[in-house]
C-alpha cells in the first residue's frame, strides 16, 4: 500500500453552530431579511472552502418573528419547523426565510439552549465528542418583545443563564445586531461577545460569525470562555484592518 | 553517541504538523516530538501536545520532551535487566519526568519574572507552559511509557496486529477535560507502566489531532463506547516498514487534505517499526 493510500477515517467529534435569527417584522420593513438571504446563501459557499469544518460541522437555524419561534431547516428540505435542527454543514443549503410578526427573541434564545441540549445528549448516547465548545449566534435588528410586541426585559434572566453555561465552558454566546438592534440588550446577552453594526450588512455580520469559529477553533477547547472572546475580538480587528488596507491598495491600483 | 540496541533492528519515523485552524491563523504548531538514543543504550520516543490557549504551550511541549530525555538520562543509565528492575525504573521514570518538567519550567519562568512588562511586574505563570506527555523508553522486548494528557499509544503485534494499549480519556464532551503537565490533578492522570512483549514489531506514539483520524470507536461492555485500534492501522506500520519509503513521507500524510478533514488540531505521530 502506498502512503497516499492510506487509511484516514473521517471526523467524529462535531462543531455544533447554532443560528438564533431574527425574522420578525421590522426585517421585512427595512428589506433586512432579503439581505440576510443573500449573505447566508453566500456564506454557505465561503463554508465549502473548509475542509475541517465541512467534516465536523452541523448547524441549526432557529428563527424567531415569523411563525413565532421554530428550528427550520439548513438543509432546506423540510419546509416550516423541523424535527431535526442540526444538519452536517456540508449539507448546508439554506432556505429563504420570510419576515413577519413580534420579536419573541427571548424564547428563541431558550429554545435554541434547548434543542443544543438536546443535540449534545443524542451525540454523547452515541458516542461522539465534541470537536469545540458548542457557538449560539444571535442576529437580530430590533429588541426583544412579548407576545403583544412591547419590549421585555425578560432577555436579562437569560442573560444569566448564559454566563452560567460559559462558566461551565459549555458554550460560546455572540450577540450580533445590525442597525435597529439595542445596544443594551447586546451587550447584557453578550457583555464580551457583541458586535452592532449601523448598517443591514448581513456580509459583515456572517463573516463575524466565521471569525468567532476561527477563534474558538484556534483556542485550546479548555480556555475560558472570555479567552476565547478576546481572541475573537483581536481577530476581527485584524480582519478589519486587513479588509481596509486591501481596500485602500485596490483603490490606489484603480487611481 | 552510540545507537540504541533497538535501531539495529527497528526504523523510527516521525513527523509534527500544524493543523489547519493553527495554520490558517499563522499560529505555531505546538506539538513536539522527540526520539534518539538515551541511557545504557535505549530509545526514547516522545511526543507532546501543548495547550493552544496558553501562550507558551509550544514552548511547555518542547520542555515537557528535554524533561523525558533527561529523566530517561537519568533514570536508564545502566539499563534494567529483570521485569522488576523494569518496574521499578519506569515508576522512577515517571516521577522525575514530572521533576524535570517542573524544573525546566522554572527555569525558564525566572527570566521572564525578573523582566518588568509595561504594567508592572510580569506575571507568567507556570500554567502557560501546559502541554501533555507521551513519552516510551524501549530496549524491545521492554517498553517503559509514561503518559499525562491525552496522548495515545498503539503497539502492533505479529501476530496479532494493532492494538490501542494506551488510549486518550474517552467519554468527554470536549477537551476541557484534559489534564496537562501544569495541572493540579497531574499525579492522578498520570499513568505508566511496563509493556514486555517480543511479539511487538510496531509502535507508535500520537497526540490528540489523530484521534479522529486513526481511532475507531466500538461499543463496550455496558453499553460503553470505546476507542480502537482498527484492523487497518496496521497499513501504516507496513508502509514505513517497507523499503525504499522515505521516512519524510509520513509529514506529507500528516498535512494531506484527508487528515486536515479529519481535525484541525496539530498532528503528531512517533512510528517505530521493527524491520
Known sequence: MTVDALPVRQARNRTLITLVLDTSSSMRQTGAIDELNDALRKWCEELRGNDSLQMSGEIAMITFGKDHVQAVDPSGRVSGSTPHPYVPLRDFDPPRLEADGVTPMVEAIQYALEVLSIRRNELTSEGVGLAYRPMLHLITDGVPTDPHGNRTDRWRDVAAMLRQHEAGKHLLFFALGVRGADQEVLTGLAPKAWYLLEDTDFSKVLRLVSTSIGSAQAESRDAPAEVIYEKFQHDNRKNEEMRRWLEREGAADDG | ?275
Open chain 2, 1 to 275: 553517541m552510540a545507537d540504541s540496541r533497538m535501531e539495529r533492528g527497528w526504523r523510527v519515523v516521525s513527523a509534527s504538523v500544524a493543523g489547519p485552524n493553527h495554520a490558517s491563523v499563522g499560529v505555531e504548531n505546538q506539538d513536539s516530538m522527540r526520539t534518539g538514543v538515551v541511557g545504557d543504550a535505549l530509545h526514547l520516543l516522545a511526543v507532546a501536545d501543548g495547550a493552544g490557549s496558553q501562550p507558551r504551550a509550544a514552548h511547555g511541549s518542547r520542555l515537557s520532551m528535554e524533561a523525558a530525555r533527561d529523566a530517561a538520562n537519568r533514570v536508564f543509565a545502566a539499563a534494567p535487566r529483570t521485569l522488576g528492575e523494569w518496574r521499578r525504573a519506569t515508576e522512577l521514570f515517571a516521577g522525575e519526568c514530572l521533576a524535570q518538567f517542573d524544573e525546566h519550567v522554572e527555569r525558564a519562568l525566572t527570566p521572564l519574572r525578573a523582566r518588568p512588562t509595561a504594567t508592572g511586574a510580569n506575571t507568567a505563570a507556570r500554567a502557560e507552559f501546559a502541554t501533555t506527555l507521551l513519552a516510551v523508553v524501549a530496549d524491545p522486548p521492554y517498553f517503559a511509557y509514561v503518559c499525562v494528557g491525552d496522548g495515545f499509544l498503539v503497539a502492533e503485534r505479529a501476530p496479532g496486529g494493532s492494538h490501542l494499549v494506551l488510549s486518550p480519556p474517552s467519554g468527554r464532551q470536549t477537551a476541557s477535560e484534559t489534564v496537562f503537565m501544569t495541572s493540579p490533578g497531574r499525579d492522578a492522570d498520570l499513568r505508566c507502566g511496563v509493556l514486555v512483549d517480543p511479539a511487538v514489531v510496531g509502535l507508535a506514539l500520537c497526540t490528540d489531532g489523530l484521534i479522529d483520524g486513526m481511532l475507531d470507536v466500538a461499543a463496550g461492555p455496558d453499553g460503553v463506547r470505546l476507542l480502537t485500534a482498527p484492523a487497518d492501522f496496521d497499513a501504516y506500520f507496513a508502509a514505513f516498514r517497507a523499503p525504499g519509503v522515505d521516512g519524510t513521507e509520513l509529514s506529507r500524510k500528516l498535512q494531506s487534505r484527508e487528515f486536515a478533514a479529519s481535525s484541525g488540531d496539530d498532528k503528531t505521530m512517533v512510528l517505530a517499526v521493527r524491520r
